[in-house]
C-alpha cells in the first residue's frame, strides 16, 4: 500500500530554517517527477518545487533561492531544506508526484513561522 509521510515540520521564528522529509513506501520514485507543495490556511495547495531526478529542478518564485530540494532516490527520500524563512510560509507542507496521477495525499508537516 503506497504511503507518503511527511516530517520535520515544527514552530520557528522569521528567518529561522527547517528540513522537511518525505518516505514514499509501497512504490518507486526512480524516475518519477516529485514535488513539494503546500497548503495555507483559506488557500488552495500550491506546488513550489520540484525534482525529476535527472537535474532539473525548479521552485516557484516566492520560495527560490531559499528553499532547496534534494532526493535519496535509493532509499525514497525526498527532503525540502527551508531557509530564511517568512511567515508567509506558513503552512502545511506535502510531496506528491509533481504531474500525472497523483498517489494518495499524505497528513503533510504543518510549518507555522511565528515570532
Known amino acids: 500500500q503506497l504511503q507518503l509521510v511527511e516530517s520535520g515540520g515544527g514552530l520557528v521564528q522569521p528567518g529561522g530554517s527547517l528540513r522537511l522529509s518525505c518516505e514514499v513506501s509501497?512504490?518507486?520514485?526512480?524516475?518519477?517527477?516529485i514535488g513539494w507543495f503546500r497548503q495555507a490556511p483559506g488557500k488552495e495547495r500550491e506546488g513550489i518545487s520540484c525534482?525529476?531526478?535527472?537535474?532539473?529542478?525548479l521552485y516557484e518564485d516566492s520560495v527560490k533561492g531559499r528553499f532547496t530540494i534534494s532526493r535519496d532516490d535509493a532509499k525514497n527520500l525526498v527532503y525540502l531544506q527551508m531557509n530564511n524563512l517568512k511567515p508567509e510560509d506558513t503552512a502545511v507542507y506535502y510531496c506528491?508526484?509533481?504531474?500525472?496521477?497523483?498517489?494518495?495525499w499524505g497528513q503533510g508537516a504543518q510549518v507555522t513561522v511565528s515570532s
Open positions: 506528491n508526484k509533481a504531474s500525472g496521477n497523483m498517489w494518495p
Open positions: 509501497g512504490d518507486t520514485f526512480v524516475d518519477v517527477a
Open positions: 525534482s525529476n531526478g535527472e537535474g532539473i529542478i
